[in-house]
């Protein structure tokens, strides 16, 4: 017999706004039996049908309602979402590398699907998901007939859902190294070891938006990965650091800037905070500055320190930036809120005795759209700020 939900009462209002997951806290009680990942049913406390989603007895998310009619899970309804979300990209996005399925924000909970060209990646972040992975790998074929789909699977939150860290090839053949082109440039992508699938895709437009700001510059790219926004910077300054803790990624960096003929990268390993001080304390400057750390806290609980830390790095950069340059700051936790982080960067402000301004804001592209309704789901804030 199949799970039956039933929430606490009032625990229902969040997520009939649109919010897709029931924590085990708010049930109230569970009746059926079935196997653990397959599909349950959750209703309000009064017996009203609220939707239903895949069950994990192991999770602190207990479900995660995708389905909110009588319809069921079967192999149509992965087809036409994910062709749903695809379709909605290609109206937006002329290159062939971005975010196909988003997660929540396209009905699908703890799935990701990123395509690189021929070639797509998945993330199966639920037990649920993860259970049905050769189906989704048959939808995917079937919609795209790509080259070869590849599964990443090292993420930590696989643990929280009880599942392996494993990652490996669905189907086809997937090469160590994917050519795709971003914003007019070429990039290596490694889809089986670098960060989360391979690249950030969702600071795309945000790349692309810098490079205005990097015109003639001498610019410091600080956790530049594997050089999204050095290249971007390299098509419009004069000289460009680029500045991460990992040798692997600098190697990715300097084959980028080879692959687009930039003579203008210089690479450089070693830890960002200290470096930061070591350019300060040997009175260096740049036109412009550009920080996009990893996410500094990733629970509520890490939120005083992860500001502390984001203030701290803002400050010594904004003592770099020549007047009138540039700094391009970016936070990538939803824990670190847009007003928190706004807040965090004026008290920088403050401190560094520099008059800041504002030119822009934004968000993570828009091949990774967020709910109103589910605040985690709208993580990146960048920050285009001009330093006097």
Same mark, same amino acid.
């Not at 998310?61 to 909605?88: P, Q």
């Not at 040798?247 to 687009?260: D, F, G, Q």
């Given at each position: ?23 085990? =806290? ?9 196997? =653990? ?25 207990? #479900? ?36 196909? #399925? ?77 050519? #795709? ?78 692959? =687009?003929?930039?003579? =203008? ?23 412009? #500055? ?99």
């Amino acid at each position: 017999m199949p799970y039956k939900i039933y929430l606490k009462k009032n625990e229902e209002k969040r997520i009939l706004g649109g919010h897709s997951w029931v924590y085990a =806290n708010e049930v109230a009680k569970i009746e059926g039996k079935d196997e =653990n990942g397959s599909l349950a049913a959750v209703y309000a406390n009064d017996g009203r049908f609220i939707g239903k989603g895949y069950i994990n007895h192991l999770s602190k998310i207990l #479900v995660r309602i995708f389905i909110r009619s009588d319809e069921e899970d079967g192999k149509e309804l992965y087809l036409r979402r994910i062709a749903e979300a695809d379709a909605a990209r290609r109206k937006l996005i002329a290159d062939t590398c971005y975010r196909m #399925v988003f997660a929540e924000a396209d009905d699908l909970p703890a799935l990701i699907c990123d395509r690189y060209g021929d070639y797509l990646v998945l993330e199966c972040l639920s037990l649920g998901v993860d259970k049905r992975k050769q189906m989704i790998a048959e939808c995917l074929t079937e919609l795209f007939s790509p080259k070869g789909i590849y599964m990443r699977g090292d993420v930590a939150v696989r643990k929280k859902e009880g599942l392996p860290l494993e990652s490996k090839v669905l189907y086809g053949e997937v090469p160590d190294q994917i050519i #795709v082109e971003e914003n007019g440039l070429k990039l290596a992508v490694d889809v089986k070891n670098g960060q989360k699938t391979g690249y950030f895709l969702d600071q795309k437009e945000n790349r692309f938006a810098a490079r205005r700001y990097c015109k003639g510059a001498r610019v410091l790219d600080c956790f530049c990965n594997s050089g999204g926004f050095s290249l971007n910077a390299a098509a419009e300054a004069k000289e460009v650091i680029a500045l991460d803790i990992s040798e692997t990624a600098l190697k990715n960096v300097r084959e980028n800037a080879a692959l =687009n003929g930039f003579t =203008n990268i210089r690479t450089e390993c070693g830890d960002a905070f200290e470096a930061l001080r070591r350019y300060r304390e040997q009175k260096e400057s740049f036109g412009c #500055v550009i920080l996009d750390p990893p996410a500094f806290c990733k629970s509520a609980a890490e939120v005083k320190d992860a500001a502390r830390g984001y203030r701290d790095v803002n400050l010594t950069a904004m003592k770099l930036v020549e007047r009138g340059g540039y700094l391009i700051t970016c936070s990538c936790s939803h824990y670190m809120t847009m007003p928190l982080f706004e807040k965090t960067l004026a008290d920088a402000a403050l401190a560094s005795g520099r008059r800041v301004k504002c030119l822009e804001v934004r968000v993570q592209a828009p091949d990774h759209p967020s709910l109103l309704t589910a605040e985690e789901t709208n993580y990146l804030k960048a920050f285009y700020l001009q330093i006097f």
